[in-house]
């Protein structure tokens, strides 16, 4: 096995650790989540009941003194409405609050994960930099690395590698100088890159044919930084969840190929009736019952019994469960498609 395969079998095993971890985590916070709304409907209640007592006190007092036509006990009335109202949404209420804060708490998973995976990258980075530099032979092409190292400035500070690339650019430069150590710090470390990179710049002005040096991807699996939804692509229709759950899944597809078509449990059905259309070009159609009401189920079924496609049903208010759907459905079509055309 090749050092650059086994470089391929770690980040594949750390990314799936990783994500498993994601996923582990999102089960437990789903177990949790009746829990946690019956806490918030007890909160809400505890919170509106008295309140609704008061104004219904204050209303009889106005009965008690026959006072019908008034201005603040219509306002009371129409408080005591509100209140009312609030209480009976009060299930519907406490579990948008749980997983709103069940989302925020995925992002931040994702993120950490993402993070963690991004310096993975970094490192390697680091190493086919520090490659680079040592397999350059002549004094303008080491001088010539800085300028593809000065892209990589905020990926090296990230990790602290900025003095470790810098320094052994300076070394090399300076074991390929015909003149002696002409190399030297200037400054800082970023400030001296900067130096050499405009004496880099300088060289190539002066010869036709120039030297463009660039750092070639032996410990990196890809020359771009992780992404694990950048490579998606294909028309995703969706139907259910909330318009919280669409905002942050369409946010972590803002940078792949993928066209979400969402209609949430809010959108209502004449919105619902505009994404059905959708369904009959879609690559992947998705059914989140939580959250999903009944007639939106049912409408998102039947038209898609009609176009002859298979839905995904995801028994879910939360976001990994989606965004893994999506990835697997889109991937899967992806492979069948490229098997259909070779066979």
């Known amino acids: 096995m090749e ?10 095993v750390q990314s799936l650790l990783a994500l498993a971890k994601v996923e582990l985590e999102e089960k437990r916070l789903q177990q949790r989540r009746e829990e946690q709304i019956q806490e918030a409907i ?8 008295p309140l609704l007592a008061q104004i219904e006190q204050m209303i009889r007092e106005f009965d008690s ?29 406490a579990a948008q609050t749980v997983d709103r804060q069940m989302i925020a708490y995925e992002e931040r998973l994702l993120d950490a994960q993402l993070q963690e995976q991004t310096n993975h990258w970094r490192h390697a980075l680091k190493n086919d930099l520090l490659d680079t530099i040592a397999e350059q032979h002549d004094f303008f092409a080491a001088t010539d690395a800085a300028i593809a190292i000065r892209g990589y400035i905020l990926d090296l500070k990230a990790i602290g ?15 390929l100088s015909q003149e002696g150590p002409v190399a030297r710090m200037r400054g800082s470390h970023e400030q001296t890159l900067n130096f ?44 259910g969840g909330h318009d919280r759950l669409a905002s942050s899944v369409r946010n972590r597809l803002r940078d792949s190929q993928v066209e979400l078509i969402w ?10 009736q505009q994404a059905e259309n959708h369904i009959y070009n879609a690559d992947l159609l998705l059914i989140v019952t939580g959250y999903a009401s009944h007639s939106l189920t049912e409408k998102a079924l039947q038209v898609a019994q009609k176009a ?6 995801i ?3 939360g976001m990994t469960r989606i965004l893994e759907a999506i990835e697997f459905g889109l991937k899967t079509r992806l492979l069948a498609d490229r098997y259909s055309r070779s066979a």
């Open 3 to 12: 050092i650059s395969e086994l470089n391929d079998l770690e980040n594949s």
């Open 42 to 49: 007890r909160e809400i209640r505890q919170r509106l009941e």
């Open 65 to 93: 003194q026959d006072i019908a036509d008034s201005a603040a006990r219509q306002k009371l009335e129409a408080k005591a409405a509100d209140v009312r109202q609030q209480l009976e949404d009060a299930p519907l209420l």
């Open 161 to 175: 590698a900025l003095e470790e690339v810098v320094e052994a650019l300076i070394d090399r430069i300076n074991c």
């Open 196 to 239: 050499i990179y405009n004496k880099a710049l300088e060289n190539r002005s002066r010869v036709e044919r120039t030297t463009e040096v660039q750092p070639r991807t032996r410990h990196r699996t890809s020359e771009k930084r992780p992404n694990p939804y950048a490579s998606l692509a294909g028309k995703v229709v969706v139907f």
């Open 263 to 272: 209609c949430t449990a809010q959108d209502g059905l004449q919105l619902a």
């Open 308 to 313: 002859n496609k298979t839905p995904e049903m």
């Open 315 to 317: 028994n879910t208010t």
